[in-house]
Structure formats: structure tokens, C-alpha cells
């Protein structure tokens, strides 16, 4: 199909309406299911999800997580022991009221996250200082009654999830796997190529029942910040509601210090969001379903031999460890190449008649629309080399987004004044602490306070540098950001 003929025109500088047209003309997601906010995972959407979740899966086995899974239905009963996480979840939960047609005498919730699922076993589990460090995660689907508008991967109400849940035996120890969690975070965006955030919420935006969240935000190219996961402290938070005590080394009973990590299929929409362009997405090399798709350039009398030898190509690159996908559909080469760009597959080999004779073939990025030849002789070097070259540009570019995107500003007036300019993205500035300035800020800037930024991982310690309160300029070392948010 030539360039003309597409049905649907790709344009991300209208970004929301891009990422609703790419998701559907790459196939990623089924959105006609009967129920709004839950969609089909389709063939292509589920192998990128996999992909995602098999990354996640080796950091945690890596770090000594196990893996377990606890099951969807919670009793009332056990949801209603932490008052704060109820406040904060009540108004999103599913409800199962009858079980045939009897009424249930406890009626049971859909999990929205699964601290109170697990918690009442984590009791069981934890009886001595010996069974700590408990390092468990899922990944499963959790469910939250959305009432914003749903957007697909970003807003859902039934939501691919992983959580991560721990018990330790001191604050300390929590404290350390926190910051385990962030190195995680750090290998998992890496092989995604999507830069990111740790940003501290405020107070009146932390997860309900932590004593701090540490939220992981991406910027997208529409500017707004995309949570990509959250880090959460809880302290005795839950343990003492639960009664998850174990008895120390010191023969008395304490209660364990929690820390949960949450990350979701967000990760998918920031890999459209971020890396898509105007001709559809592309898939970092990573987590491509298929790291290249072979195109025969079949010509009259010699379609077979050109067959055969793609199908060889595709043997010998499989046994190499790639992922492939041989594209024999009787379409022709423009169709299958337009197919295969929208869902960003990061190189499209082409073997024709001449190639074969030369003993090379064509490699086509995604990325920059490059071709070039390569001789079959060396073709896995020249093949990662150049799935190594994506990575790196897609990285590059994600980069850019962010450090375009955040700017220290030292007065409300600055900052207008450069929002005016036509410069979009987040402000960084001081803050003295009071919640009126907090809210002049707000509302001044149109933005939200997305938190405090960390210094690093390794310290676990807030940004600080001196200067003036953005809103009544008294001096402060508290540095905040502000965003829109998704
Ligand atoms: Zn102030």
C-alpha cells in the first residue's frame, strides 16, 4: 500500500488523538469489549506484556523475590483492618454481593491492590526473625472502578499488575529494599529505553496506608507525567492491623516493617507514548516480540528459491537467539513492510533473488528509516550491533524529552512567564512547606505538585538546594516539581 493509501493518518504532534489511532492500527489493544476500561489483550499487545513481565520476573528473582499468587476475591472483612487504605480505595472497588443466588453473608471485593489479600497469611508466614527477610511479588490483574475517561495501557479498570510485597525485621532493612527497588526501577527502564523520575509524593498524595510513597515518573511528549510505578514505605502501618509479628532475636515479639513496589501496563503505554512516531510505534529491541521480520522479495520463477532461503534465514537467525518473524502472506513487499513498521518492529530484513546471489541482505531500521547491506557471513555480529544501535537511539531520544522537559524556576512570575513562551513541561523550584502556597503555586502554573525529587538511589535522600519559596520568597532548601499528570 503506497504512503497515500493509508486509511488512518498518524500525526503525534496531536498527541492524544495519535496514541489512541496507534495503539488500534498497531493492534495492540481490543477496546470493544462490552465494558469500558477493560480490554482484550490481543496476540501482539500480550507478546510485548510478556516481554515486560519476563524482565520484571529476572530483576526480582535476581534480587531473591519468589514469586506467588494470591487469589482475586478479598473478604470485606480483612479489606476494612487498615482505616487509611480504605479511605483511599473505597471508592474504586468492585463488589461481589452474591454468590448464585444467595446473598453472601461477607461480601468479597475484587482486589484493587492485594495488601489486604495477603496480609492475613503474611501473619501465618511470620513467626520468627529467621523467616525475614519475606520477599514475594505477583503479577496478576487488579481491578478499580475508573471514573476519569479510560485511555488504553494508562487508565483502566481491569489493569495488568505487578506488586512487589516485603516484611523486615527493622526500618532499616525496609529501607535498604527500597532502595533495592529503585535499582530494579533502574534495569527495567534501561531495557525499555525510558528515562524516568523518583520523585517523593507529597503528603496528601501518598498511597493509602504508606508512611512515604516514591512515585516513578516518565515524561511523555504530550509533557504530562506518566506514573510508571510507586515505591511505598509502610513502616507498622499494616503489620499492626494484620498482626504480622515475629519474635526477635531478643525473644519479644515486634511487629514487621512493609514496603510494597507497584509497577503496571503503563510500562506499555510509555514505550507507545515515548518511542512511537508519526508512522506507529517502535518496539525497543529488548522487548520486541520480533527483533526483525524477514520480507522475501519474491520475483517471477524464483519465489520458491527465495522462499526457502528466507525460511533458512529465519533457522539460522532463531538459532542465533534472535526473535523472527518470516512474513509469507501472498500481500506484496510494500504492504507487509507498511504492516510491520506501524507495529515498529526494529529492523525488516529484505532477501531478493540478487541478494542471494551476492550473499548478502537489506537491513532496514525502524528507527531511521536507514537501509543498508550486510553480508550474510557476518550477519549476527552486524545484527546486534545493530539492535545495540536502536537502543541507543531510542534512549537518546527519550533522554532528550526529559531534559527538555524540566526546568528550575525561581519565582511564580518566571514561571508564567515561561509557560507563556510556549515551553510546556515540568517546574522544579523551592517551596517553603505551607499548604497556601502550595495551592497558589497549583493553581498559577496549572499544574499539580508531583512531589520532591530524589538526589540518587543510593541515599534515599530529597534534592536540596537553597534558594526562595516560588509563592511568599522566604528562604527554603526544599526543592519540589510540578507537572501535569496522566
Ligand atoms: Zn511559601
Redesign the pocket.
Known sequence: MAEDERKIVLDKSNFSEWYNDVVDVAGLSEKRYPIKGMNVWTPYGWKIMQKVDSIIRRECDATGHDEVHFPLLIPKTEFQKEADHIKGFDAEVYWVTHGGLNELDIPLLLRPTSETAMYPIFSLWVRSHKDLPLKTYQIVNTFRYETKMTRSFIRVREIHFFEAHTCHDSFEEAEKQIREDCSIMDKVGSDLCLPYLLVKRPDWDKFAGAVYTIGVDTLMPSKKTLQLGSIHQYKENFSKPYDIKFEGSDGEFHFAHQTTYGMSERLIGAIVGVHGDDKGVIMPPKIAPFQFVIIPILAKNKSEMVLEEARKLRQEMTEMGFRIKLDERDTRPGSKHYDWEIKGVPIRIEIGPRDIEKGTVVFARRDLSTKSFIERSDLKAQAEKALDEIHSELRKRADDIVDNGVKMVDSLDDGTKLLGSGWDGIIKTN????M??AQAMEKALDKTFLGFPMKDVDSGEEEKHSGN??????P?DTVVMLSKSY
Do not use: I, K, L, Y
Open positions: 517551596w517553603c512547606g505551607e497556601d502556597c519559596c516560588m509563592n511568599c520568597g522566604r527554603t
